[in-house]
């Protein structure tokens, strides 16, 4: 089975700084990933996704993500954050076959210093 | 397009009673998904639903059950109410045909307490 784990809880950045979220996954085939972000109060939001190809992914909002085969990894990042992108932003992996059954991680929560 | 509506956003229950939730798809879409979202337990898949039938099933009780119907609208359903059932339960839709992990589209959540 697949597992997900975020290390970080909480995460603190000032208002134009970069921003990198960790995501660690284990799968022992190619995984498909997410990443999705939750404002309070609200649903998911896709930032983006990787299944195959380049492993320098595009999102929407300005995010980025690579997949890191080596490492299991598949971090988040922007290289600078608006008091709008506080929110809490989640890892999540599907399996091949497994329809659209998605293991997520513990969430990551992003606080934006003015 | 309008995006995936689920109905009520906000329900009380006591234990012991019995409540059923809704979830409309984006149009087009015929699989349906549903996540119960706790601050202990996180994101956790319920079930799925791709063309009426049962796709996939998460680790949880015979008590949560669904369905899925002809124009791909689904409801859950939870019987016997804990208090532990308290959670955002979010559904998510995709067009997904393939088996394979497609982009789900998830709705704003109906927050169900348990009293």
């Known amino acids: 089975a697949q597992s997900v784990t975020q290390p970080d809880i909480h995460i603190t950045v000032s208002e134009g700084a970069s921003l990198e979220l960790r995501c660690n996954y284990s799968y022992g085939a190619t995984p498909y990933l997410f990443w999705y972000v939750q404002s309070p109060g609200q649903g998911l939001q896709l930032l983006l996704k990787y299944f195959s190809g380049d492993t320098l992914v595009q999102g929407i909002k300005g995010f980025e993500a690579e997949f890191k085969r080596s490492q299991s990894s598949f971090n988040l990042r922007k290289p600078s954050v608006h008091w709008s992108d506080a929110a809490e932003y989640f890892c999540?992996?599907?399996?091949?076959?497994?329809?659209?059954?998605?293991?997520f991680g513990g969430g990551t929560r992003v606080l934006v210093k003015p | 397009k309008a995006g995936v509506t689920q109905t009520p956003r906000y329900l009380i229950k006591t234990r012991g009673q019995q409540v059923t939730l809704s979830c409309s798809p984006i149009?087009?879409?015929?699989?349906v998904s549903w996540y119960q979202q706790t601050p202990g337990q996180g994101l956790q898949f319920l079930f799925e639903y791709f063309s009426e039938t049962q796709r996939n099933k998460g680790n949880f009780p015979g008590r949560f059950s669904g369905r899925q119907f002809s124009n791909s609208r689904s409801e859950m359903n939870v019987s016997t109410l804990e208090l532990g059932d308290s959670a955002l339960y979010l559904c998510?839709?995709?067009?997904?045909?393939?088996?394979?992990?497609?982009?789900?589209?998830f709705g704003p959540g109906t927050r169900l307490t348990v009293l």
């Open positions: 149009s087009g879409h015929r699989s």
């Open positions: 999540a992996v599907g399996a091949n076959a497994a329809g659209n059954k998605l293991t």
């Open positions: 998510a839709s995709s067009r997904s045909g393939t088996g394979n992990p497609d982009t789900q589209y």
